[in-house]
């Protein structure tokens, strides 16, 4: 045990811990030889489909070719699987999260429980 070890439990570096971060990723930030104008860059990624929802219609689109043409694409076929399960586990882990705190509800407000889960409209 280092003297480290007994400070980890109260100290907490920024980003750490059980607090979720989400940061926006905007490649423009770090380098202006980049193309495209950021704008309708953003305007696409808000108001069309992300960049993962661009890239899962490209792999879709190339295991399409690969079927058809019997062109192996492991290393496509490696992520496309790899997306699936971590979707597949999101889901899951969402899908739990949202029980607890339905029961927590329920604990402490019957009513709203009722409520949200369509029992009572009220």
């Known amino acids: 045990m280092t003297p480290f070890d007994l400070w980890a439990a109260i100290l907490k570096a920024p980003f750490s811990g059980d607090v979720q971060v989400n940061q ?26 992300s960049f993962g929802k661009q890239l899962g219609k490209i792999i879709d689109a190339l295991l399409v070719l690969s079927h058809e043409t019997g062109i192996k694409l492991d290393e496509i076929e490696k992520i496309n699987a790899e997306v699936a399960e971590v979707k597949k586990n999101s889901k899951e882990a969402i899908r739990a999260e949202a029980v607890d705190a339905l029961e927590r509800l329920r604990k402490v407000d019957e009513g709203a429980w009722r409520q949200v889960i369509g029992g009572d409209r009220a």
């Open 24 to 49: 926006e990723i905007q490649p423009r930030f770090w380098s202006s030889d980049l193309k495209g104008i950021p704008e309708i860059e953003d305007r696409i990624q808000t108001e069309v489909a």
